[in-house]
Nanobody, 121 residues
Framework: VQLQASGGGLVQAGGSLRLSCTAIGNTFKINVMGWFRQAPGKQRELVAA???????NYVNSVKGRFAISGDNAKNTVVLQMNSLKLEDTAVYYC????????????????WGRGTEVTVSS
């Protein structure tokens, strides 16, 4: 599975950005897709994730500002980021968790290349 991500860039505080990611490959059933981020000197953290059943999970710091949505048929996830703050500056990584069809216990993690999000004052 390859993850192709797009979006990110430079935005002023209070602005919005949109990140998109598509999982390419038809041998794995993708169960969860989401976004992690890593700021300089900090550990990578989960930002938001969406399961194939539509349930979502957000880190507290982005609740009410970010919205994640997904398209199971296209294995695509979109993260809409609004009211961006300086502390949202980080490299954002798309993540997918899936298993081969017929082997649901063999869950693997897949990562996309990071995309930079920079929020300026």
């Amino acid at each position: 599975v390859q993850l192709q991500a797009s979006g990110g860039g430079l935005v002023q505080a209070g602005g919005s950005l949109r990140l998109s990611c598509t999982a390419i490959g038809n041998t794995f059933k993708i169960n969860v897709m989401g976004w992690f981020r890593q700021a300089p000197g900090k550990q990578r953290e989960l930002v938001a994730a969406i399961s194939s059943d539509g349930s979502t999970n957000y880190v507290n710091s982005v609740k009410g500002r970010f919205a994640i949505s997904g398209d199971n048929a296209k294995n695509t996830v979109v993260l809409q980021m609004n009211s961006l703050k300086l502390e949202d500056t980080a490299v954002y990584y798309c993540n997918a968790k899936g298993a081969p069809y017929g082997s649901s216990w063999l869950v693997s993690d897949f990562w996309g290349r990071g995309t930079e999000v920079t929020v300026s004052s």
